[in-house]
T-cell receptor, first 111, second 115 residues
Framework: QKEVEQDPGPLSVPEGAIVSLNCTYS??????FMWYRQYSRKGPELLMYTYSSGNKEDGRFTAQVDKSSKYISLFIRDSQPSDSATYLC???????????FGSGTRLQVQP | EPEVTQTPSHQVTQMGQEVILRCVPISNHLYFYWYRQILGQKVEFLVS????????KSEIFDDQFSVERPDGSNFTLKIRSTKLEDSAMYFC?????????????FGEGSWLTVV
């Protein structure tokens, strides 16, 4: 079983839709959860960071962590064509600096 | 907005040659990292560096690789005797020291092609 699993997509939605992106993980020691956005041939851009379980909102983005299910989500409201990118989840264990990434979900928002 | 800068953006090298990738981390950050992403694959951790020494490294980071902070602003990754399978995008990253977790900021990457 992969440590972090993420549906590669592509996920195609119309402009204005609510997008749901998800990752599952197997390592219960993960406590820090991040979402990055990556445009083609560019570096990952940090979008959201959460610690342990719960929700966090920032503008159109909401991150959710359900540690009991080992499942994290990123919701994008009022999606825009500029949101078209690959979304990467990443996780880490307390006391360690290495991030473990998912393989990324490619999102296409159609105008 | 402060950012991590990397040079070169793209380098082509012959198999067996040495390559040095350079990075300028965000100025008030004290943790530095290298990650790589082989085309079509996930981003993978290579090494973290703090207080002038390696704090953590992955199995990928073998004797072929080394890191250095040669001065107060640069952070480098050296790959000795490059192999075809070293072809990848290499990302430098940095973060603050603190207990708030791993808010790590990435550069735009250096694309290495080994021929």
């Amino acid at each position: 079983q992969k440590e972090v699993e993420q549906d590669p997509g592509p996920l195609s939605v119309p402009e204005g839709a609510i997008v749901s992106l998800n990752c599952t993980y197997s390592n219960s020691a993960f406590q820090y959860f991040m979402w990055y956005r990556q445009y083609s041939r560019k570096g990952p851009e940090l979008l959201m960071y959460t610690y342990s379980s719960g929700n966090k909102e920032d503008g159109r983005f909401t991150a959710q962590v359900d540690k009991s299910s080992k499942y994290i989500s990123l919701f994008i409201r009022d999606s825009q064509p500029s949101d078209s990118a690959t979304y990467l989840c990443a996780m880490s264990v307390p006391g360690r600096r290495a991030l473990t990434f998912g393989s990324g979900t490619r999102l296409q928002v159609q105008p | 907005e402060p950012e991590v800068t990397q040079t070169p953006s793209h380098q082509v090298t012959q198999m067996g040659q040495e390559v040095i990738l350079r990075c300028v981390p965000i100025s008030n950050h004290l943790y530095f990292y290298w990650y790589r992403q082989i085309l079509g694959q996930k981003v993978e951790f290579l090494v973290s560096f703090y207080n002038n020494e390696i704090s953590e490294k992955s199995e990928i980071f073998d004797d072929q690789f080394s890191v250095e902070r040669p001065d107060g602003s640069n952070f480098t990754l050296k790959i000795r005797s490059t192999k075809l399978e070293d072809s990848a995008m290499y990302f430098c990253a940095s973060s603050e020291v603190g207990s708030s977790g791993n808010t790590i900021y990435f550069g735009e990457g250096s694309w290495l092609t080994v021929v």
